[in-house]
C-alpha cells in the first residue's frame, strides 16, 4: 500500500471535507430553491362567503392559475362551497377559521353559542379591532372575547369542513382575527397540530410576490398588472393572495365603508386569474404552480 506523508494525508482529508461540504451545499440550495426554479402558490380566499365567490374560486382553478383555496364554514353559501370543492378534488382547501362578518348589508352568526364572539344582535363583529370610520362596538379584539368560546367555535368549524370536504390541508384566519392575540395565535396552532393540518410555508422561505393593481380600475387591467408582476419574479417560493368573484347584483350588494367597489375589485382578480396573458408568462418563464397540500404531502 503506497505510504502517504503527513502533508499529503492531511490534503487528502481536506480535501474528502470539502467534497462533503459541497454536496451539503448543494443539498441546501435544493432545498432554498436557489437553482432557478420559480415556484408560485396562487391562494384564492373567502370562497363559501357568496354565491359569486364560490363560481369565481371555482373558475380560478379550473380555467386558470389558482391552486389554492380558503373557505369561510359559517358562511351562508358555504354548502354550495361543499359540492363544489368535492367536484374539483385537486383544489387544495384550507379552512378560513371566521370569527368576523365585516359587511354592512349582509351577516353571519357562529357556529356554536359563544356570547363573548358577537355583537348585540348575535353576528360576529365586523372588524378584528375597533375602527374611527365605523360605529363603537364592532371589534372582536375590544370585546375581548372568552378563549374558550373562541376555541369552542374554531373547532365546531374545523370538524364542519373536514366532515363535508375532500381535500383539507390546512388552516388560516379571515382577517388575521383567530389569530390577533398571542393566547388566540397560541390556540391555532394547537388545533392545527391536533387536527393535522399544519402547513408552514415560512420553513420553505415563502415571500409574497406583490400586488395585482388598483381594485378600482377597469376589471380587465389587473390582468396586466399580474402579469407584468410575475415577470419580475426571481427563482424561489412566492405567494399571491386574493379574492376571486364575479359583478353581479349580489356582490354589488355586499360592501362596507372604505370598501365599496368589491364587485369591481373581486371581479378583476377573477379575470387575473384566468388571463390568457398572464398563463402565457407562466409557460415562457417556467414558473410551477403549486399549493399548500403540495409541502404537506413533502412533509408527510
Not at 26 to 40: F, S, T, W
Not at 70 to 96: R, S, T, Y
Not at 239 to 268: C, F, L, S, W
Request: charged letters at 30%.
Amino acid at each position: 500500500m503506497l505510504k502517504l506523508k503527513k502533508t499529503h494525508y492531511l490534503l487528502l482529508i481536506l480535501t474528502l471535507l470539502a467534497v462533503a461540504l459541497a454536496s451539503l451545499g448543494i443539498a441546501r440550495a435544493e432545498d432554498k430553491n436557489v437553482d432557478g426554479e420559480i415556484r408560485l402558490i396562487v391562494r384564492g380566499d373567502d370562497i363559501g362567503c357568496s354565491h359569486a365567490a364560490n363560481i369565481g374560486c371555482i373558475k380560478s382553478y379550473r380555467e386558470g392559475i389558482m391552486r389554492t383555496v380558503e373557505v369561510m364554514v359559517p358562511c351562508p353559501w358555504f354548502e354550495e362551497a361543499v359540492k363544489m370543492l368535492n367536484e374539483n378534488p385537486g383544489l387544495d382547501v384550507g379552512i378560513h377559521l371566521t370569527l368576523t362578518s365585516e359587511w354592512e348589508n349582509y351577516k353571519w352568526r357562529p357556529l356554536t353559542y359563544g356570547p363573548s364572539l358577537v355583537d348585540k344582535d348575535g353576528y360576529f363583529f365586523q372588524n378584528t379591532r375597533e375602527w374611527d370610520k365605523w360605529p363603537a362596538g364592532t371589534g372582536f379584539f375590544d370585546a375581548n372575547p372568552k378563549i374558550e368560546e373562541v376555541e369552542q367555535e374554531l373547532r365546531a368549524q374545523i370538524e364542519m369542513a373536514l366532515k363535508k370536504i375532500k381535500n383539507v390541508s390546512h388552516i388560516s384566519a379571515h382577517m388575521g382575527t383567530a389569530t390577533c392575540r398571542p393566547d388566540l395565535a397560541k390556540l391555532v396552532k394547537k388545533l392545527a397540530k391536533e387536527y393535522d393540518l399544519v402547513v408552514d410555508l415560512r420553513a420553505h422561505g415563502i415571500q409574497y410576490a406583490g400586488g395585482m393593481g388598483d381594485g378600482k380600475a377597469p376589471p380587465d387591467s389587473r390582468a396586466d398588472a399580474l402579469a407584468e408582476t410575475l415577470e419580475k419574479l426571481e427563482p424561489g417560493l412566492w405567494m399571491i393572495v386574493d379574492h376571486p368573484g364575479y359583478d353581479t347584483p349580489e356582490m354589488q350588494a355586499i360592501t362596507h365603508k372604505g370598501y365599496e367597489h368589491v364587485a369591481n375589485d373581486r371581479d378583476g382578480v377573477t379575470r387575473a386569474f384566468t388571463s390568457e396573458k398572464v398563463k402565457e408568462v407562466i409557460k415562457k418563464r417556467g414558473i410551477k404552480l403549486m399549493s399548500y397540500g403540495d409541502f404537506k404531502k413533502k412533509a408527510n
